[in-house]
């Protein structure tokens, strides 16, 4: 059966290439209000689409931009998948830094560049094809597939929390499926397994009530900046470890198959070093690059402001000094420990004379889904039919707030099924998708139907 | 001879403060070229008032404002004294918190209210007063009188330094009188013998070569922000020491002598605490709060730059981080020295994977006159006779560059004799000046003339 779907898609490239450039015409900037007209203009052709495959559809209405649900029929013992994507795309600005009109698709090199091509639409639309394809060869898919289609992911996606919580049933299901990442590399598939977490803080330190001359009253009163610097100096130690009491206590080690994993991935480490423009590479002593990046917990000052910052010198003694930072999490860290256990080290650190104020901006834990689930292994031989070679399993060092939400809301794995590339520019000027990524992507969603299916429940 | 021409100033305080009030009307604001003309009008108002005194002045033209300068005839056999003093004020803004408009002197409690009351053309007109009370009773000065007296002093004296070092032979002298300070407090007269000096200082360090995603690269790379509060934080020990290399090798210490004078201070450190609204003071090991702000060289962070300073919660990874930071210095501290000193200390710290770029900004050693200089013990008896109290001899934290100029240009004790309270707002609404501090410090001027002329050359 699954030879005939694949055989399917291959005959329909150059119609399902068609029907992506025809979503990537419509500029659903959701961002920009001038745009929402057009946002509503995605949501409408892709519910039209999924209507026109014989899909249950509903357009949802949010106080925003609206979400596209739409549902296969169940299938009685076997799993059910839901797909998470979004038809929305971020603002296309700078204009004139595009080779062709971000709106207007243009294929160059077996690429379509326009603004959505990677992110999420191109993506995204694998799914939609693959399901086509289904129905078109076999009149039904395996399982039960829901399709969840939002149109604010690059807003922040603000409706859709509530939209989850409160449609917990609806949406029940074994796994999710988001294709909204990338490969490792050019050729080498992957499936991301891990995020890490976030803990996000303000700290304010106040010193007199107002900025003063450090001429006249330098060496008099405590300084905030100075106190600022020798607080902050003194949270991460000379191994790159964070000094916040208990930080390590909870940390999920890395296991020795992923240590060696990590190590066999094509990373080239210069290449990448000449990538971000540095000599030296460095964080958590012990750790390779690519562990620290996924797998180690950090502390990253991300702002600091105090006193006189313009051209020139003042010789002024500032009455405060501000920073933002943030410690990437990894399981099994709470957030909220991590606050606890910062706010304990910074009061230890507080010299006399100056007074602070830590604020907890937002937190997620790190999230790591089992190597040996069946949904993973699924993905793993489902990837490879579409890609010609088994995936790597790789982690990512950012955080995807909406795959915990999946992950605690609905108690599914969540498969991270990314077909782009590194250098796709997703939030930049000539955003592009490889037709390859997008054929092969589809195949790879074709597959993915049967070996979930084969799941027993 | 002294004792008639006191008289005379006790007798004409109604004139004398007649011809102050004539020049507070005059808005000189030398920051703002809209006020061009009505500088020139001080300027000239000065120059027309002195020449009615019988003296010799010029009206020198720069390239900014004019230098106002005049000349008693020589007198053999006794020093020379140069008066230093500016006619321009600082800009009056925020206009609508003056209780009375800024140019429209009025007399509230004893106090003259008006942008330049003490700052400076209330304290600089002492002098010019005291000379036209000399000339009323005795027709003459007892010693050579040269003033002074600028326009652009609070816009940087731009012109002023080629002016001096142009005119060392016309300006020769053999102590320079300034009176912009102010008393120790009410009813205690100071002398500030001594000022410290600053090396000011810019870092930028620089990581990456664009500001990354602390998620994807938090980890793998040295995070600028970070080095700088690393770096930052270790330049300064847990007892407040300073620790740049060979940092306190040449600090003239406090001799017991000053110590003891300077605790006798009537200084109230819970009244300063509340000033300032600070619970606790800080600062140097080992040191009173006067002797640290006056007398001890201290390290103080001017600014810092990084990163995300916005509103709420952003993940950067900043490219670079920047510090304005700058030491107070002390006799005989080397500026140049103290930048060499820094820049070996930060090149130590400097972490793998960051460059630094250190801008050293402007430097000025410290100064201190010898108590025992026959100049100060004759300003010191002059005080006692304009304000019934022998003075204090105090030191500043600040810095005021024109003074080490005079001091290494012309070779000459510089007196610092301040008429002013530390409230009289120099530099912000409601500024004043005591009437009776303008008619004692007249008083002060005039005996100054007789006791410097009674030193021996």
Redesign the interface.
Known sequence: MLDQTLEHIDAHRPKFEGDLMALLRIPSVSADPAFKGDVRRAADWLRDHLVKLGLTVHLIETNGHPIVYAESPPVPGAPVALVYGHYDVQPPDPLDEWQTPPFEPDVRDGKVFARGATDDKGQMLTHVKSIEAWLATAGKLPLQVKLLIEGEEEVGSEHLGDFLKENVERLACDCVVVSDTSQFAPGVPAITYGL?G?A?F?LKLI????D????????????P??A???????L?DADGRVTIPGFYDDVADLTERERQEFAALPFDEAA?KSQ?????????KGFS?IE??WA??????????????GA???????AK????L?C?LVPNQDPHKVAAGLKKRLEELL???IKMKLVE??GAPGVVFPLDSPYLQAAAVAVEKGFGRRPVFIR????IPIVNTFASLLNADVLLLGWGQNDDNPHSPNEKFSLDDFHRGTRASAALWQELAAIKK
């Open positions: 890490r976030i996000y303000e010193g007199p009530k107002q003063l001359h450090s001429g006249v009253f330098g060496g008099g009163v405590a300084n900046a100075n600022l610097a020798k607080m902050l100096g003194a991460v990448f971000l423009g540095v000599e030296h590479l460095a964080g958590e690059t620290r990046r180690r917990p950090t502390l990253d000052i991300n702002g600091l402001t105090s006193g006189y910052q020139g010198a003042k010789t002024v003694l500032p000094a501000t920073a933002k943030s990437r010299p006399p004379g901006h937002h990512e060092g950012g955080s």
